[in-house]
């Protein structure tokens, strides 16, 4: 296998490219996480999209036989449930006994469960905001590997406001793990930038929106291809669960819902559930939603397969490092 690049990361999942495709809400079906992994990265099923268990487990054994042998693996949200009941523990179950060897972890402390997926051999990979505290504390737990984000991220980048090359830096200077950097990336140029910050890898996630792989309306695709730099906006401050999401009607709503003094959390609630934005992902009625995205959102220029954006990406960081190279004169 050619791996123009050699990581802790890349050997840790066996993989072409130190580029991880982040679980996506809704998003990160068998379908799309085949298509990462047989371009050569790792993407991970984001279990909270699938009905229940049994979904989860029919979707772990599509994906495997779409990957081709190829690695993939599983997101698993760390979150209590507002009845109470545990819903983590039996999605370890499923992965355990299904055989997925890699998950990648986020939300909540993990520590309750870490070790469980430790003992049955699984690699995990925990996703935290740009603070050190969170990155020392994953690897104290045990983490393989950690993935810093940073502000520029879509979805929930943390309250501080710590962006990804400060991140980047002051994480894979405070731990021995691999460090992965998040947020804002989406090209070649940027991964190599990250390798040189210390990092091992990048995760992507808003970039690979417009993937042909992704079953969203092409409608929500053309808009991301519209979208710039400044298309993103922060919200749910007031909840303290800041949310990076794409400038829409139904964003500006909920922005001003938050002006309120005091903030009406039940009158905001109804407005930032899962399933408003599942249907606009199905009816392409984007302005309709708070849809996570990230600052990267510029680069997703095209809607085009998965293997010609990870190629695109490669022959980026190809060209990236060959200019480097021209402009270091040592001794």
Known sequence: MDTPFKT?????????????????MWLADPVYVAAV????????????????????????RRCRELSEGKPFGVNIMIRASRDG????????????????????????????????????????LHKVPGVLRYVKKAEALGADAVTVIG?????????????????????ARAVKIPVIVAGGLGTGEQLVAALALGAEGVAMGTRFLVSEEIWAHRQYKERLVAAGETDTTLLLQSMRNTQRALKTGHVAMIQQLEQAQP????????????????????????????????????????????????DRIEAEARIAMGRLNTLYRPG
């Open 151 to 171: 502000y520029e991220a879509g979805g929930h980048p943390g309250v501080e406001p710590v962006g990804s090359i400060v991140a980047g830096v002051a994480a």
């Open 263 to 310: 903030v009406d959390t039940q009158a905001i609630l109804p407005h930032i559930m899962g399933t408003v934005g599942r249907n606009a992902y199905e009816t392409g009625e984007v302005e309709k939603a708070m849809l996570s995205c990230g600052q990267g959102v510029v680069f997703a220029d095209k809607i085009e397969p998965l293997a010609a954006i990870v």
């Open 85 to 124: 009941t545990d819903r983590v523990n039996p999605l370890i179950d499923a992965v355990i006994e299904e055989g997925v060897k890699f998950v990648e972890t986020a939300g909540n402390n993990p520590e309750a469960y870490i070790r469980r997926l430790k003992d049955a051999g699984i690699k995990v």
């Open 8 to 24: 802790r990361i890349t050997d840790l999942y066996g993989i072409r490219l130190p580029v991880i495709a982040s679980g996506l």
């Open 37 to 60: 992994a047989r371009a050569g990265l790792i993407g991970f099923m984001t279990a909270a999209s699938f009905p229940d268990v049994a979904a989860l487990r029919t979707g772990i």
